[in-house]
Structure formats: structure tokens, C-alpha cells
């Protein structure tokens, strides 16, 4: 099974700020990495598929880079409502189709 | 608009077993692949199981491997999770996920999840 592993585990920051996430997965998954936003009591959300494209009606201040086995997801300047924990996903080939272990963006 | 209604999360003893429904509307069911996907009280997010359009094919995370079965109806536009055998660590929140149309595949709708809860 691949691994996926994001860093930091938690990381706090201020409206404003330039904010990047990182995952790294175990083999190499082409771009077949999605981030999702999760707030707290609510389903995840997709905000980025195919490792860079932006799913509809996400704000441009998301966006995504990577290919092969390290990725970023990257929030150009934090908006109050972008405090949440954010997740990558693989999904190369076969399943399964694992989760990296989640980022929690607080407020500073 | 796309809706997913999971039903069936309870309170069930160990060894006991469930199912799990997915009431879907808002598209066309039967052309997409369908996931249940589940997260532990204060825990990450773990992919359970795939079953595609027709049915033909399903598969399961190696934890959930022997013991769940996915099905579907697509005659009432359902998604099922037959749950056997549950473990305490089965205790999460279920939720219905529809996958995308682009040939990269996502996650693009959630239901709001159901409840299973494994406790003597």
C-alpha cells in the first residue's frame, strides 16, 4: 500500500499569511494526489485534484503543485474561514486509496 | 444538486453487525463509482471501499477485508456497507462518497456521515 505523510502535523499562522503544506507518498503516484478542507463536524471538501487543478467554486488563493512523491498545498493569503484541517489524498491506480494523517491550521 | 444521506450508524456490541445505507439524488447514479470512506472520533481519514458503477467490481481496505461488503441498487439509486464482525475499532463515522467524472479520480460530494459506534 502507499503511504502518504504531510508535514507539519499542526501549524499555526495569522490572516494574511502565505501558508504551504507538504505530502509525501511512499512511491511514486504520478499526479494523482486531491486535498480536501475539513471544519470540525462537517464532511471533507475537495479543493484540488490531479495534484494542481482547482475544483469549482474553491477560491484561487488554493493551489497545488507536485508530481511523482512530494506535493504542496499552498494558501496564498489565510482568510478567517480557511482555519481547518486539510488532507491529502492518493489515488494512483488500484486502491487503496489512502489519506495522509491530516495538517490542523489554527489561528495564531 | 448533488445529495448523499447516509442512515443505519447505531450503538452495536462487539461481533454484532449493521448495514449502512446511501440515499443518492441530484445525478445520474448509475454512471459513477461509489466509496464509503470513515473517520474515528478525533482521527484521520481512512478509505474503506470502492464498488464501481455496475457493481462488477468492489474492494476493501485490508482492515475492513473478509468482514464488510459494499453493495448498491441502482434501480433506487443506493449505496449499501454490510458491516460483520464489528471490532470496537470499527467506531467511526461513515460517509457515502461519490467519485468524479474526470478521469482523475476524486472524491467531488460527501454525505454528512452516520455514526457506527462499537461498545459492549
Known amino acids: 500500500d502507499i503511504h502518504m505523510t504531510q508535514s507539519p502535523s499542526s501549524l499555526s499562522a495569522s490572516v494574511g499569511d502565505r501558508v504551504t503544506i507538504t505530502c509525501r507518498a511512499s512511491?511514486?503516484?504520478?499526479?494523482?494526489l486531491n486535498w480536501y478542507q475539513q471544519k470540525p463536524g462537517k464532511a471533507p471538501k475537495l479543493l484540488i485534484y490531479?495534484?494542481?487543478s482547482l475544483q469549482s467554486g474553491v477560491p484561487s488563493r488554493f493551489s497545488g503543485s507536485g508530481s511523482g512523491t512530494d506535493f504542496t498545498l499552498t494558501i496564498s493569503s489565510l482568510q478567517p474561514e480557511d482555519f481547518a484541517t486539510y488532507y491529502c489524498?492518493?489515488?494512483?491506480?488500484?486502491?487503496?486509496?489512502?489519506f495522509g494523517q491530516g495538517t490542523k491550521l489554527e489561528i495564531k | 444538486e448533488v445529495q448523499l444521506v447516509e442512515s443505519g450508524g447505531v450503538v452495536v456490541q462487539p461481533g454484532g453487525s449493521l448495514r449502512l445505507s446511501c440515499a443518492a439524488s441530484?445525478?445520474?447514479?448509475?454512471?459513477?463509482?461509489m466509496h464509503w470512506v470513515r473517520q474515528a472520533p478525533g482521527k484521520g481519514l481512512e478509505w474503506v471501499s470502492l464498488?464501481?458503477?455496475?457493481?462488477?467490481?468492489?474492494y476493501y481496505a485490508d482492515s475492513v477485508k473478509g468482514r464488510f461488503t459494499i453493495s448498491r441498487d441502482n434501480s433506487k439509486n443506493s449505496l449499501y456497507l454490510q458491516m460483520n464482525s464489528l471490532r470496537t475499532e470499527d467506531t467511526a463515522l461513515y460517509y457515502c462518497?461519490?467519485?468524479?467524472?474526470?478521469?482523475?479520480?476524486?472524491?467531488?460530494?460527501w454525505g454528512q456521515g452516520t455514526l457506527v459506534t462499537v461498545s459492549s
Open positions: 462518497t461519490k467519485a468524479s467524472s474526470s478521469g482523475w479520480l476524486n472524491f467531488d460530494y
Open positions: 441530484g445525478f445520474t447514479f448509475h454512471d459513477y463509482s
Open positions: 464498488i464501481t458503477w455496475d457493481g462488477g467490481s468492489t
Open positions: 512511491q511514486s503516484i504520478s499526479s494523482y
Open positions: 490531479a495534484a494542481s
Open positions: 489524498q492518493q489515488s494512483y491506480i488500484t486502491p487503496p486509496y489512502t
